[in-house]
């Protein structure tokens, strides 16, 4: 299936790079930054509790399954199908693959994929009662970035996961967690965000790219791990499959073309973290 580009954003970026032969400071034109507004609307719509079920989908595993359809009317029942097929009519999901009598839509890139990571931040902030000021996550973001300082993060991330468990948050798995951590990141504009890239056949779980024109002293990779309480007893197992996994990563030219690379084995029990680590 062949590739299609917003023609606005590559417009956008071809006029900033033929007035000043860089790549232009803000990726994001200021048009469709507009969008967040449109997504936040779009998620408002009819029954927002299904179409946060289609955000739980697009943001843990990047795709969501639907039928799409050819006409649709708010005057009469306007089902899941006709939500999905509204977001893709406005250029917030592509078409990725068809399934039999159904399509595979995903996000088209990553401007919009930053903008739905931000929206989804900020829906659990608004439905799970949330506390915290994106002014302390941008700091967090900019004492990692420049000191390899991890625990402000850390701690963000961890506090929002305590409220999410004491309302009792339904199906909370690592894909949650992920979605949190990146979403957090992506309020701050100092990092490419990469969720399970594939290099070299392999999967890592996030990592944290310079992004022009900030150069931060660092750049990173987490591996993160999430067991439920019950599963406390294979942290130990865990821990050294997941160091194992971060050594090979560590091996791969792409990877080892990187500067100034940070990377870390993060484990999860629960809402808290129990294991942080280095590895070198």
Do not use: W
Not at 34 to 61: C, H, W
Not at 159 to 174: M, T, V
């Amino acid at each position: 299936m062949d590739t299609m580009y917003n023609p606005d954003m590559v417009l956008y970026y071809l006029n900033e790079y033929q007035s000043n032969t860089i790549a232009p400071d803000e990726l994001i034109d200021t048009n469709i930054s507009s969008d967040y507004g449109k997504i936040r609307k779009l998620f408002a719509l009819q029954d927002p509790f299904r179409n946060s079920q289609v955000l739980d989908e697009l943001m843990t595993s990047g795709e969501t399954i639907a039928t799409l359809t050819n006409q649709y009317s708010f005057e009469r029942d306007f089902d899941r199908d006709d939500f999905v097929s509204l977001l893709f009519y406005s250029g917030l999901i592509s078409i990725k693959d068809d399934l039999l009598d159904a399509l595979v839509f995903s996000i088209p890139n990553y401007v919009i994929k930053s903008l739905y990571r931000a929206f989804f931040v900020d829906y659990i902030k608004t439905e799970q009662n949330l506390t915290f000021e994106t002014a302390d996550v941008k700091s967090s973001i900019r004492a990692l970035a420049q000191h390899n300082s991890i625990e402000p993060y850390i701690r963000l991330v961890e506090n929002s996961l305590k409220c999410l468990f004491n309302q009792d948050f339904k199906k909370f798995d690592e894909k949650y967690i992920k979605a949190l951590f990146v979403g957090f990141a992506s309020l701050s504009n100092l990092y490419f965000i990469k969720s399970e890239p594939e290099i070299e056949k392999k999967y890592p779980d996030i990592i944290f790219l310079h992004r022009p024109p900030f150069f931060p002293k660092y750049q990173f990779l987490f591996e993160l791990k999430y067991l439920s309480k019950a599963g406390e007893k294979t942290i130990k197992t865990q821990e050294k499959k997941a160091i194992e996994q971060v050594k090979e990563y560590l091996t791969f030219d792409e990877i080892k073309s990187l500067k100034n690379l940070k990377a870390y084995v993060l484990i999860f029990l629960g809402s808290e973290v129990k294991v942080i680590k280095e590895i070198f």
